[in-house]
């Protein structure tokens, strides 16, 4: 089976799987899982965060996510428990389309290491 196929067959058992689990009826999209990504890296999960915490919950999430990419390198945690990046390399010069296909490959890698999916 070509890579693509297999991104997109796994990249739809991702979204399948968090819809049923987080969503009512809509089906989650990138950003909200995403989101639900740094939340989970956060660790608070029972708690309500405000707008600028969202933000910053979006922020951890795609540094974890391209951190295997050399982009970014976990620093540490700070007094509150929010996890810090440090920026390594510049991204390259994308299309939205191939920005969309980088982080959706970040995203089924990341809960492929989870052990989410197979």
């Given at each position: 089976?070509?890579?693509?196929?297999?991104?997109?067959?796994?990249?739809?058992?991702?979204?399948?799987?968090?819809?049923?689990?987080?969503?009512?009826?809509?089906?989650?999209?990138?950003?909200?899982?995403?989101?639900?990504?740094?939340?989970?890296?956060?660790?608070?999960?029972?708690?309500?965060?405000?707008?600028?915490?969202?933000?910053?919950?979006?922020?951890?999430?795609?540094?974890?996510?391209?951190e295997p990419y050399g982009y970014y390198e976990f620093d540490y945690f700070d007094e509150d428990g929010w996890p810090h990046y440090i920026?390594?390399?510049?991204?390259?010069?994308?299309?939205?389309?191939?920005?969309?296909?980088?982080?959706?490959?970040?995203?089924?890698?990341?809960?492929?290491?989870?052990?989410?999916?197979?």
């Amino acid at each position: 089976m070509a890579r693509d196929e297999v991104l997109k067959q796994r990249w739809d058992t991702v979204v399948e799987k968090l819809t049923n689990q987080f969503a009512e009826g809509d089906t989650l999209d990138l950003d909200a899982i995403i989101y639900l990504i740094g939340v989970q890296e956060l660790g608070q999960i029972h708690r309500t965060f405000k707008k600028d915490d969202k933000v910053n919950l979006m922020h951890i999430a795609i540094c974890r996510l391209l951190e295997p990419y050399g982009y970014y390198e976990f620093d540490y945690f700070d007094e509150d428990g929010w996890p810090h990046y440090i920026f390594k390399e510049e991204l390259p010069t994308l299309k939205a389309g191939e920005q969309t296909v980088l982080m959706k490959e970040a995203i089924v890698n990341y809960f492929l290491e989870k052990e989410y999916i197979e």
